[in-house]
């Protein structure tokens, strides 16, 4: 079985599932404020590049992967999410997929089953820790540029007090 091609046609269905969830989700505060694209910002790329992991045919798969994780990073970063948010909308997102394709995955093989299982956990896990690492690569600028403009106003300061 092609579950590659089964996570595609669902992809709309999986997105809208998700960005449902997570905007009614009592722990994700950060999402409350934004709108449907703001939440939904780069999930669709990373559901593409997942599902050409699936189908084994696509090189450069793994790298698109990369990109669009550490792309999504640097987007919940930016809207000012905290790293426990960042987990939850992937554990969630982790659910859905599967919820979605448990009746396609029900007609496979035992072996198909547990390849397709293994192929998505593996391609979250990588989601989740490139997307952690560009997390935090923009929160550690955002508080270095904080810092220099703490110095400057230091700066400032001083320099009045002393005239």
Known sequence: MDFSQEL???LDSIVN?????VRQDGQLESSRELTYKAV??????????????????????????????????VIRAKQG???????????????IIFAHLES?????????????????????D????RCFNSYTEERL????????????TNHELTRLVDT
């Open 8 to 10: 595609l046609k669902k």
């Open 17 to 21: 599932n998700w960005v449902e969830v």
């Open 40 to 73: 939904l910002d780069g999930l669709p790329s990373v559901l593409r590049a997942i599902a050409k992991i699936l189908s084994d045919s696509e090189n450069g798969a793994h790298q698109t992967i990369v990109e669009k994780s550490l792309e999504h990073g």
């Open 81 to 95: 999410y905290d790293p426990s948010e960042v987990a939850r909308e992937y554990r969630i997102l982790r659910q």
């Open 104 to 124: 396609d995955l029900l007609q496979g093989s035992t072996a198909q089953i547990l390849q397709a299982t293994r192929i998505i956990d593996m391609a979250l």
């Open 126 to 129: 990588e989601v989740i820790g």
């Open 141 to 152: 600028q955002e508080l270095e540029k904080l810092q220099s403009q703490v110095n400057l």
